[in-house]
C-alpha cells in the first residue's frame, strides 16, 4: 500500500477549519519546511525571510522566489547549469520584437 501523508503541524487546529483547508496547508508548510538549494552556491539551507524573500547564509545572497519555496530554477545535475523555466516563451518575446521594429509606420 502507499503511504499517507499525515497531517503534520496542522493538527494544532483540531477539529476546525475542515478537511480539504487543513490538507492544503499541510501540502504548503511540508513545502516550505523542506530543504532548499540556493540557485547561487547550489547548497542546502536557503532560510525564508518573508513570503517571496529568501537568503543563503553560506553565499549571504538574498534573492526572490515563489511565496513558499525557492522554485524559480530549474538546476540540471548533469549539466551543473542554471535553466531558466520558460526559455521558449523569452525566444517567441524577442522574435515578436524584432519583426516590431522592422516594421515601418
Known sequence: MAEK?????VKRF???YGRTTKHRLAKIERAQKA??????????GVK?????????PTCKAKFT??????ST??????EGALEE???Q??????????????QKW
Open 85 to 87: 523555466t520558460a526559455p
Open 48 to 56: 525564508r525571510v518573508s513570503v517571496g524573500i529568501f537568503t543563503c
Open 73 to 78: 530554477v530549474i538546476l540540471t545535475k548533469e
Open 5 to 9: 501523508l499525515g497531517l503534520g503541524s
Open 89 to 102: 516563451e523569452k525566444e517567441e518575446v524577442l522574435e515578436g520584437e524584432e519583426n516590431f521594429e522592422d
Open 35 to 44: 530543504p532548499q538549494k540556493c540557485p547561487y552556491c547550489l547548497k542546502l
Open 14 to 16: 483540531g477539529v476546525r
Open 65 to 70: 522566489g515563489k511565496a513558499f519555496t525557492v
